[in-house]
T-cell receptor, first 116, second 112 residues
Framework: GNSVTQMEGPVTLSEEAFLTINCTYTATGYPSLFWYVQYPGEGLQLLLKATKADDKGSNKGFEATYRKETTSFHLEKGSVQVSDSAVYFCALSDPRRGSTLGRLYFGRGTQLTVWP | DVKVTQSSRYLVKRTGEKVFLECVQDMDHENMFWYRQDPGLGLRLIYFSYDVKMKEKGDIPEGYSVSREKKERFSLILESASTNQTSMYLC???????????FGPGTRLLVL
């Protein structure tokens, strides 16, 4: 079946530190991969995505590369800011491309807190 | 900008009450979803709808039902609320031809 495993938090960093949040997946086909972010008191918003192997998604200084050989999509940022404090969710799409029944499978989320 | 709105940010109900959570999107999206979010469990899919009057069970449909009479509106119904349904409920929508889902701000429900 389809599933996503991401590193457990909470993760606590000082401002300007390097961030890595690990994400690995299991899927029967060739899914697209996503990182969503949830700021305090808000819903989820798309941070970045990659649709095929070796693609790199990037946004707001965050990056993640779709690694098919290791079934991974780790999130990285070179220098975090206090405003990056949020919960980060890794997700994959149902590999049935083109299906109107496609759905997302989410990891459990990783809480990131950045201190000044 | 896509806008997904949910009828309430916070809701307090009593055990046994019938509860309606409403979600409206303004981008003509075909697909809509209801999730619940609990600490340590992430997001779990309750129900989704791929078109008007269509619905599919997700991973945890027990104790819930849904209604989609109009394309822009997707309602989640708790027929008889129980304390284990205390949670954050998130609605999402997407175009059928795209994979990105757009989320509402969530409704935090407390069942006493």
């Amino acid at each position: 079946g389809n599933s996503v495993t991401q590193m457990e938090g909470p993760v606590t960093l000082s401002e300007e530190a390097f961030l890595t949040i690990n994400c690995t997946y299991t899927a029967t086909g060739y899914p697209s991969l996503f990182w969503y972010v949830q700021y305090p008191g808000e819903g989820l918003q798309l941070l970045l995505k990659a649709t095929k192997a070796d693609d790199k998604g990037s946004n707001k200084g965050f990056e993640a590369t779709y690694r098919k050989e290791t079934t991974s999509f780790h999130l990285e940022k070179g220098s975090v800011q206090v405003s990056d404090s949020a919960v980060y969710f890794c997700a994959l799409s149902d590999p049935r491309r083109g299906s109107t029944l496609g759905r997302l499978y989410f990891g459990r989320g990783t809480q990131l807190t950045v201190w000044p | 900008d896509v806008k997904v709105t949910q009828s309430s940010r916070y809701l307090v109900k009593r055990t046994g009450e019938k509860v309606f959570l409403e979600c409206v999107q303004d981008m003509d999206h075909e697909n809509m979803f209801w999730y619940r979010q609990d600490p340590g469990l992430g997001l779990r899919l309750i129900y989704f709808s791929y078109d008007v009057k269509m619905k599919e069970k997700g991973d945890i449909p027990e104790g819930y039902s849904v209604s989609r009479e109009k394309k822009e509106r997707f309602s989640l119904i708790l027929e008889s609320a129980s304390t284990n349904q205390t949670s954050m409920y998130l609605c999402a929508s997407r175009l059928a031809a795209q994979e990105t889902q757009y989320f509402g701000p969530g409704t935090r429900l407390l069942v006493l």
